[in-house]
């Protein structure tokens, strides 16, 4: 079997994509292998942060998502009995980015971007049907087992790999490496619908996080519709919690007496924060929801992913090119590995513990927190700092 002078990557999602379009733009070609017969259409992931932005900018991809979204230049903190704890303001950070705000946009609107500015370049390559079933590699290249359509098997043997394919990553699974941390014992539910919160709820923002020890919720505005989180406990079924009679108690918490609203769809999912025990093994590497899942509190989970592409892209690249050693790979284990377990875990499970929060003194604590920040620029301002990741890239910078 011959070997191939390009990099593979396994999965097509945002972060996958994100890493063909950084290799592709510094000359190394890249074949992607998709699961699917064609790019998932999934909501999922819906929010781009100021430095994600400027990322996906230096690639060119920035503005049509930008054009497809909806901007978002502040977010809100609420809690069901004080009302609302504070408003920040992304402007507060211009000084620090190029896009002072987030971005609320489906990640499926991503994929088609980069698919479409990489379709015609001749060091791309994306592959359809195509499951990885196992990996193998020497110190020369990586060899993909995979699954083809009708079930045929067939071997491809490139320089490196990237595993993109997701939470039930296959490329982790073939390389052994354990997946360590916890399940929630409650689910998450998400309610799109149409209906217009903004009208009904004074001074609302597009990203409001509502605390309550007995339901607290998440508002999230997205192009043409609304996006509400909410928790749902262990004892409720999967069928009871995706009834449209529970949805229409739980979205009553919102707006006391709201009814005649359509929901457009509803999405249950188990959350679970667990980090991969290592990001690489040999050529092959980890990436996005393969090497890390956290809750969705704050929006870290695909940003993290897409800041793990292009850090673990520029070193391969770097290498491809003779501009750095091989050594330089394990900077990205080191300083992306660091960086999720500091600050993406640490973050989204304190998000969650503030907004749930049934203890009066934790109560308190983040609502002091909130009001304090909102009334001191300086506090605001290393507020914005941290939810945006600004603070997690200066930490992976540190890390050399």
């Keep these: 079997m011959s070997r191939e002078a390009r990099v593979f990557i396994a999965g097509a999602g945002p972060v996958g994509l994100t890493a063909a379009a950084c290799l592709v733009r510094q000359g190394v070609p890249v074949t992607v292998f998709e699961a699917a017969p064609v790019l998932s259409a999934e909501s999922r992931a819906s929010t781009f942060h100021p430095p994600t932005l400027d990322m996906l900018d230096d690639l060119g991809l920035a503005a049509p998502l930008i054009a497809e979204g909806l901007t978002a230049p502040q977010v809100q903190y609420r809690s069901k009995r004080d009302g609302v704890l504070g408003t920040f303001d992304f402007g507060a950070l211009a000084d620090l980015t190029r896009h002072p705000y987030r971005v609320q946009s489906e990640q499926f609107r991503l994929t088609r971007i980069i698919a479409a500015a990489l379709r015609n370049d001749p060091l791309f390559e994306l592959v359809y049907s195509r499951r990885v079933t196992g990996v193998a590699q020497d110190n020369d290249g990586v060899t993909l087992h995979l699954a083809g359509p009708d079930g045929q098997e067939e071997c491809r043997t490139g320089k490196w790999l990237i595993g993109a394919d997701g939470a039930r990553s296959e490329v982790r699974r073939s390389l052994g490496i354990a997946f360590e941390g916890f399940t929630w014992p409650e689910r998450f539910l998400v309610v799109t619908t149409p209906y217009d919160f903004g009208a009904v709820i004074p001074d609302l923002v597009s990203v409001t996080y509502v605390g309550d020890?007995?339901?607290?919720?998440?508002?999230?505005?997205?192009?043409?519709?609304?996006?509400?989180?909410?928790?749902?406990?262990?004892?409720?079924?999967?069928?009871?919690?995706?009834?449209a009679g529970y949805a229409a108690t739980i979205m009553a918490g919102i707006v006391p007496g709201l009814s005649g609203y359509e929901i457009a769809h509803t999405t249950l999912y188990r959350v679970h924060q667990r980090v991969a025990q290592s990001y690489r093994r040999g050529r092959a590497f980890l990436a996005g929801d393969a090497a890390h899942i956290n809750n969705p509190l704050g929006g870290m989970g695909m940003n993290g992913g897409i800041h793990d592409a292009v850090n673990l892209a520029g070193r391969l690249a770097d290498l491809w090119h003779d501009r750095a050693p091989e050594a330089n790979l394990d900077r990205y284990a080191l300083q992306r590995r660091q960086v999720t377990i500091e600050y993406v875990q640490s973050a989204t499970i304190q998000n969650k513990r503030n907004l749930e929060a049934k203890d009066e003194a934790d109560r308190a604590r983040f609502r002091d927190e909130m009001r304090a920040a909102a009334a001191d620029p300086a506090l605001a301002r290393n507020l914005l700092i941290r939810i945006s990741m600004i603070a997690s890239l200066r930490r992976a910078a540190e890390l050399g």
């Design 213 to 243: 020890p007995e339901q607290w919720h998440f508002l999230l505005r997205v192009p043409g519709a609304w996006r509400v989180m909410f928790p749902v406990p262990a004892a409720i079924s999967d069928a009871a919690a995706t009834s």
